[in-house]
């Protein structure tokens, strides 16, 4: 993708401005999570979007966290960096642009043909 | 540049009121002599050419007028009715086919001419109407006379409302019998530049146009002098001419008279020409005129035709109404800006826009349709349009769903981003890079390539995810209630959520574009929703 396309989102936390790669946490998402069932990436992204629609970020990071939470695999590695980065009590415009990022993400590698069980 | 000071070259001045003059005098010189504007524009005037221009067309055009109005009472036999109406048409034929009596070109062979055709053409009317005498409805001067009455009473066959205070068309003055004092007093005129008798007699005021105080009534006559004429003159050769001529450059419709303005003499011409072509032309079908369509219509072919890539930028709709009031009704401006003209200039994009779209239920008593063009070209926003489209969809008032809608949302959203993108180069300086290298044709072909995309993955990708319509209508039901309350959250939550449960494979590249168009854009997210919703419910 080129440069001027990725996506960012900036927010201002006090005199702090900090800049918010959506294109890239969408990206890191999608690796992370090739590997692992539908049903459950399914499942998974349900309970997501609840949260989300609730407006509810305590539900919709200890979801993710816990889902992550395999540290024998190595695919989670990068998401927990991107995630040890932009972790915060986000505004909620943001959140919400945040989350969604995340959740596309994971359906990006939705693959019904070859379900892994 | 410097011009041939023996040619005259006759363009637009800039102030409004002459240039209108100055579209009336070509008028009436192409009426008149048959002649191109080319040849009008470069051709040395003189003042008996006009003369004698003026009054040829005015007693002709008032002649016909009256001949046009006059009917018959209303218990008379067909016979006879149709007599009358076969002796009227034969008639208007000779009298348009009347040509001027006399080739001399001083002004008092000029004045015996006008005479001469004056009475020619009374005398016409009097012997084929005499004998329908008894038939004839009074339809002039408030009902109280008849065709017959009035030319026995008139002087000189010339009737213009605007021009009543002059004393050569004043109708207290221009009786039978006072034709050669008329002339006199018009000739007066444009020699001598004597307007009226009393105070400044070549005054530019009231006397020439009603849109002027008359010279009492200006408050600053004590310590300025009151233009003339003569002064006027100085700049604008034969100013006289153009005075004279500022209603014939007006188009009446019913009691509208109406004048499209803009700074070129040339396209000012066209349009004019064109818009009374078209007025002519709904008449002929008894279609009601909506005035600022035509008006749109003749704008548009004409940037088509000279592929002026240029913006009209200053452009005015001049309307007066009824005379007695004695003031401009209605001016309205109207401009393309220049963003909107490159989109015109595309012949695919235009013909696309160019529909009527059905934005109202069936059961709205007003217009139900509006002019997408029109609306484009005015400058607003086509989403909301659209999203009412959308809205009758989804309702059961509208069968199918206008295609012209997805390049519309389309093409407002790409204009949105790049006037965002403008704004924010341009935060530093007025001339700075961006005004220099916007590049207008950028957009078009990013609407086509955007659009090619879009429109696969809101029809094909949508309906193999939902393949039931009734669900796939209840699912737009409430993504276009999301959008009515401009809640992205919720109308991503809503379309991810019945994604993710459908049970076909998802198009990675479907994700993408929502996240790229929708997510991950709070400034225009709401033209691609609309376009994704329009889309899902609409037939293949």
Known sequence: MPEDKKAFWIFKFGKWKKELNLSGLKETAKKSFENESDSYKQKLVYDLLEATKNKDQNRFFYLLLKAINKPKERNFKELWKKLDQNYDILPQEVFVNFAYSIIIGIMSTYNKGQQKE | MLKDSNKSNLG???????????????????????????????????????????????????????????????????????????????????????????????PESIRIGIIHLNNEIKNKIFQKFEKFSSCLKKVFSNNKKTILQKINEIGILSYEPFFHNLNFINPGKNKKGAEENILKSFEDMIFRYKIKDELTKNAIDKTISKFLFSEKEFLNISYCKIPTINDLDKIIKNVIFYLLCFPISFVRISDRNIFFYTNNLEASYTINKKIKLLIERLREKNINVNLLKITWSAIVDYIVESKASFSLENMYLVEYGSIQQQEIKNVEYIGIPKLQASVLLDDYLREILNTSLQIQGKNFRGEKNCWLLEEFIKGKPLYPLALQHVKLKLTGDLQQINYSIFYALLIDAVILEFKERQKQKETFSLFSESFFQANYREILKKVKMEFRKLYYHSLSETKRLIPDDDTRKRLGYLLLDSLYGNDKARFLNILLKSVNSSKENINPEFLDLIFEKIVNNDKIWQRHTLFLIAGMVSKN
């Open chain 2, 12 to 106: 637009f001045t800039g102030n409004w009121f002459i240039d209108a003059g100055i579209l009336g005098f070509v008028n009436l010189m192409e009426e008149v002599y048959g002649w191109n504007l080319n040849k009008i524009i470069n051709y040395n005037f003189r003042k008996e050419e006009f003369y004698r221009a003026y009054f040829t067309y005015y007693i002709k055009k008032t002649s016909l007028n009256w001949l046009k109005n006059q009917e018959l009472k209303k218990d008379i036999d067909n016979d006879i009715k149709k007599e009358f109406y076969e002796v009227r048409k034969k008639l208007i034929d000779e009298i348009e086919t009347l040509i001027f009596p006399s080739d001399k070109k001083d």
